[in-house]
């Protein structure tokens, strides 16, 4: 269990950065043959990502929505790192994607999502208060939110 950081903190990223919201939502949970491998997908490509520093890849909060959807808040240094890695032959996702749309295609039984934010340096801010490591700050670190840090408008106006 992640050890609780006690006190108000945020995350140390003040540069640009790509927020990408990728999931998937079981619409038929009685066919398992079709939803596993989708779910048994995400696991190698995260792994793959990890292990590649110079991908842009900065970390991921994984979410689950019981029964049916799981979700991944990924972190990324910018949109062309992102776009490399999902048109990338020689990687994970598009064998996968390829995949998908070969047994899946658009039956129904298994939903697929995603959304990309590009956002800019000083347009996002963070608080963390009596927390485990999460989100952003899970990726970039934290600092403690005081000075300049201390609230949601000066987190916004932070210097690089």
Known sequence: MAKIIRGRFTADQTGALVVFIIGMRINAPLRPH????????MGPMIAELASDPDSGF????FMWKPW??????Q???????????????????????????????????????????VVPAHGH???Y??????GLGAVA?????????RTARLRMKDVD
């Open 58 to 61: 900065l970390g991921t909060e």
């Open 75 to 117: 972190y990324w240094r910018d949109f062309d790192s992102l776009e490399r890695y999902a048109r990338a032959t020689d990687r994970r996702h598009l064998p996968a994607w390829t995949a998908f749309n070969k047994a899946i295609g658009d039956d129904g039984s298994v939903g697929i999502f995603h959304e990309t934010y």
């Open 34 to 41: 079709k939803w596993i491998p989708v779910v048994r997908a």
């Open 68 to 73: 049916r959807t799981i979700t991944l808040v």
């Open 125 to 127: 801010e963070t608080i």
């Open 141 to 149: 670190g934290t600092v403690p939110a005081t000075g300049s840090r």
């Open 129 to 134: 208060a009596n927390m485990p490591p999460f």
